[in-house]
């Protein structure tokens, strides 16, 4: 939210947890994985001991954090509080048709064209051109 460009995500193998949350927020349209990653989204979990009045204080903590993980994903995926707070009551693991389904991602890339090779200045190797994307997408 921070960032004025735009930040394009892709799950590569598994986003868990936090890294859910982080491809979730990517720009909308460019929040991609490939065919056989998982999404996994979650109730943030925490551990506590000590004295009752800090395992108070810690507990209404983790509440919060909870509740803001959530508000996160329901803005990002466009789905009401209610069923995102239904969703990471346990682990829900997502195949890439189930995320886009739930508005984590918006596409699986399913295919890598060839991008044409430049030569560099220096006239030594070569680079593809920063200008031109390496993948092709389609939603499923």
């Known amino acids: 939210r921070v960032s004025q460009a735009p930040v394009h995500t892709l799950c590569v193998g598994h986003a868990e947890s936090m890294a859910a949350i982080l491809l979730a927020a990517g720009e909308p349209g460019?929040?991609?994985a490939?065919?056989?990653a998982r999404v996994?989204?979650?109730q943030a979990t925490h551990s506590m001991e000590g004295k009752t009045s800090d395992i108070t204080i810690r507990a209404r903590k983790?509440?919060?954090v909870a509740e803001q993980l959530?508000?996160?994903?329901?803005?990002?995926s466009g789905k009401e509080m209610a069923e995102v707070e239904t969703a990471v009551r346990h682990d829900y693991y997502m195949s890439p048709t189930e995320a886009i389904n739930f508005g984590l991602i918006d596409s699986i890339v399913i295919s890598r064209v060839e991008v044409?090779?430049?030569s560099s200045k220096r006239g030594v190797g070569t680079s593809p051109s920063?200008?031109?994307p390496s993948t092709t997408?389609?939603?499923h």
């Open 30 to 32: 460019h929040r991609q």
């Open 34 to 36: 490939l065919p056989n």
């Open 40 to 42: 996994m989204i979650h």
């Open 62 to 64: 983790a509440e919060n």
């Open 70 to 76: 959530s508000n996160i994903i329901a803005h990002h």
């Open 116 to 118: 044409p090779k430049q």
């Open 130 to 132: 920063p200008s031109n």
């Open 137 to 139: 997408t389609g939603t």
